[in-house]
C-alpha cells in the first residue's frame, strides 16, 4: 500500500474544479439583476407632447348651456367631455381624460380645469397643459353648432 498524504479542502490543487463553480456562481446568479440594472432593456417610448383628436358617441346638448367665458363637464356615452365657449360663438371641447393618468378633470372655474388624482391643470379654451403631471394638452373632441344646438362627437 502506498501512502499518500491527506488532501484538505485548503491544500493547493484540491478541487480545482469545484472552487472555480463556486467563485463563478455569484455572478452568475447576479448577472441578470446587473444588466436590468445598468439599464439594458428596451427603452420606453417618449411620450407624445402633441394635442390628439378623439371621438365619442354622438351627443346633442343646447349651445345656452354653455355660457361666454365657461366650460362645463357633459356626458357622451360612457365619455365625459368639457365643452366651453371661449368667445361669443366659438365652441370647443375636449376628452375630460387626464392625460398623465387618466383621471377625470372638472372644471375648477370658468375656463379653468383641473385633475383631482395629481393635480395637473388645463386651459378650457385651448385644451393645452397648464401645470404638470400632464405631459400634452386634452384630445380634442370636434364639435358643431347649428340652429342653438352643439353635436359632439
Known sequence: ?????AVTPSAP????QRRAFLAAVPGVVLLPGVLSACGITQPAQPVSTEQATTTVPSTTIPAAEIPVG??????AGDATV??????????????????HQGGIVQV??????????HGAE??????????????????????SESDGQLTLG
Open 82 to 99: 368639457i365643452v366651453a365657449q371661449p368667445t361669443e360663438g366659438e365652441f370647443v371641447a375636449y376628452s375630460a381624460r387626464c392625460t
Open 108 to 117: 375648477v372655474q370658468d375656463l379653468h380645469l383641473r385633475c383631482p388624482l
Open 1 to 5: 500500500m502506498t501512502d499518500r498524504p
Open 70 to 75: 365657461t366650460a362645463t363637464s357633459v356626458k
Open 122 to 143: 388645463f386651459d378650457g379654451a385651448t385644451g393645452e397643459n397648464t401645470s404638470a403631471p400632464a405631459p400634452r394638452p386634452l384630445d380634442v373632441v370636434p364639435v
Open 13 to 16: 490543487g484540491a478541487c480545482p
